[in-house]
């Protein structure tokens, strides 16, 4: 009895994508321009998409990077299993949504306080020097655990 599955890709390339690739294409031309001297160099402007602009605003800061339609891609791709999108639709949606939230740490990253900065950074180097954290369980775990396999196996 053969089961007859109609796949389907269901994913699109997403306009916030479209908008902040094209943003970063306008600024990398105007920088060019302005290195020729053939205009003046802008700083780099976002598709606000609604949120004010404010760098304060740092929930409302979310809005040029929604990853809602990337998301919503994924789950329609793997909710039927009758009418399955392709696995196409998982790796440019994800893609996607991976450029985005780049995209936004960086902007993130850029507009922060000093001490937001501190902040962020303390508890980045709290888990790196704890016996648990991503550097001796993690890393340093996963090599040992490769070693002793490889030993194991000889």
Request: net charge neutral; no cysteine.
């Amino acid at each position: 009895m053969a089961i007859d599955i109609q796949e389907k890709a269901v994913a699109e390339v997403r306009s916030r994508f479209l908008a902040n690739i094209n943003a970063i294409v306008a600024t990398g031309n105007n920088h060019d321009q302005a290195l020729k001297n053939v205009e003046q160099r802008k700083l780099h402007e976002v598709d606000k998409n609604e949120w004010s602009g404010d760098v304060f605003d740092i929930p409302g800061m979310h809005s040029p990077w929604d990853r809602l339609e990337n998301e919503e891609d994924v789950k329609n791709a793997i909710k039927d299993p009758d009418t399955p999108g392709v696995s196409g639709d998982l790796i440019h949606s994800t893609l996607q949504g991976d450029w985005l939230a780049s995209q936004e740490r960086s902007f993130r990253m850029r507009h922060q306080t000093r001490v937001r900065s501190a902040i962020h950074a303390a508890s980045r180097r709290f888990g790196h020097g704890h016996a648990a954290g991503t550097l001796q369980k993690g890393v340093l775990g996963y090599i040992k655990g490769i070693a002793k396999m490889s030993r194991d196996n000889v």
